[in-house]
């Protein structure tokens, strides 16, 4: 396998992994603008892009993830609760589904709460074992923090489904499971997010604040302290739903 995590804007972390045997690659959270960098990244590890994955409809900066795929010539997925949403045709997620990349495998889980559309990937490498590795969890659980619940609206219904979807899916996950997050510090899509840009299950469990808190908490305690949303959420919100190219919105 090979794996590279790369700090883009607005504190987002961007992923791109897969198989070099296969020669099959993912391309996670791909942020406007790095598109070159995924298509040379590519060449070097003598790969095609088959895959690209965006883990929700981001609200703080605009997509590559269609215009990657177009170029590439790969799919692009988002969570199927986007179907009738968008105004461009995508490759529908739905919870349990598994991507194949060689021996690189994905499954999704679908896990609503930061947005109604959130999904994390669990990614195993058959070449080391038949084990989960390590999970991306987009902007569900953060290092040292959890994702915003308000952007879509209905925060505290949005709360509640974050807490579940923590503590019924992620959670439940081996301790040694690592854990690697949509955005570190700086980031408007959560509060109190940690300058490391990975973790563990077990880590998180032991030392994240808000996930020691019990389910009510939990929500007046998400709920209370949102940061101010991100600038222009509506009109970069509407480019990754148009699927067009963000020329006008440098983000
Ligand atoms: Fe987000």
Same mark, same amino acid.
């Given at each position: 396998?090979?794996?590279?995590?790369?700090?883009?804007?607005?504190?987002?972390?961007?992923?791109?992994?897969?198989c070099?045997?296969?020669?099959?690659?993912?391309?996670?959270?791909?942020?406007? $603008?790095? @598109?070159? &960098? /995924?298509?040379?990244?590519? %060449?070097?590890a003598? =790969?095609r892009?088959?895959?690209?994955? *965006?883990?929700h409809?981001?609200?703080d900066?605009?997509?590559g993830?269609?215009?990657?795929?177009r170029r590439?010539?790969?799919?692009?997925?988002?969570?199927?609760s986007?179907l009738?949403?968008?105004?461009?045709e995508?490759?529908?997620?739905?919870?349990?589904?598994?991507?194949?990349?060689?021996?690189?495998?994905?499954d999704v889980?679908?896990?609503?709460?930061?947005?109604?559309?959130?999904?994390?990937l669990?990614v195993?490498d058959?070449?080391? $074992?038949d @084990?989960? &590795? /390590?999970?991306?969890?987009? %902007?569900?659980?953060f =290092?040292?923090?959890?994702?915003?619940? *308000?952007?879509?609206g209905?925060?505290?219904e949005?709360?509640?489904?974050?807490?579940?979807?923590?503590?019924?899916?992620?959670?439940?996950?081996?301790?040694e499971?690592e854990?690697?997050?949509?955005?570190?510090?700086?980031?408007?899509c959560?509060?109190?997010l940690?300058g490391?840009?990975?973790?563990?299950i077990?880590?998180e469990?032991r030392?994240?604040?808000?996930?020691?808190?019990?389910?009510?908490?939990?929500?007046?305690?998400?709920?209370?302290?949102?940061?101010?949303?991100?600038a222009?959420?509506a009109?970069?919100?509407? =480019?990754?739903?148009?699927?067009?190219?963000?020329?006008?919105?440098?983000?």
């Open positions: 396998m090979f794996f590279r995590q790369r700090p883009a804007a607005n504190a987002t972390l961007s992923y791109f992994f897969g070099a045997g296969h020669q099959m690659a993912i391309a996670v959270d791909v942020v406007a $603008g790095d @598109e070159d &960098w /995924f298509m040379a990244e590519a %060449d070097k003598g =790969v892009i088959t895959y690209v994955i *965006d883990t409809v981001h609200a900066h605009c997509s993830g269609p215009d990657l795929a590439a010539g790969a799919s692009y997925h988002l969570h199927e986007n009738g949403r968008t105004a461009f995508f490759s529908p997620l739905h919870d349990g589904q598994r991507l194949e990349a060689g021996n690189v495998l994905v889980m679908h896990t609503p709460g930061h947005t109604p559309d959130s999904v994390c669990l195993r058959l070449r080391r $074992g @084990e989960p &590795w /390590f999970v991306i969890t987009g %902007d569900t659980l =290092v040292g923090a959890v994702g915003r619940p *308000d952007l879509a209905q925060e505290h949005m709360a509640a489904q974050l807490h579940d979807s923590l503590h019924t899916r992620l959670l439940t996950l081996p301790a499971l854990i690697y997050p949509g955005h570190q510090a700086g980031s408007a959560g509060a109190g940690s490391k840009p990975a973790s563990t077990g880590f469990k030392f994240n604040p808000m996930l020691a808190l019990p389910r009510e908490a939990f929500i007046e305690a998400v709920t209370a302290q949102i940061p101010p949303p991100p222009e959420m009109a970069i919100v509407a =480019v990754n739903l148009s699927g067009k190219a963000p020329a006008p919105l440098a983000t």
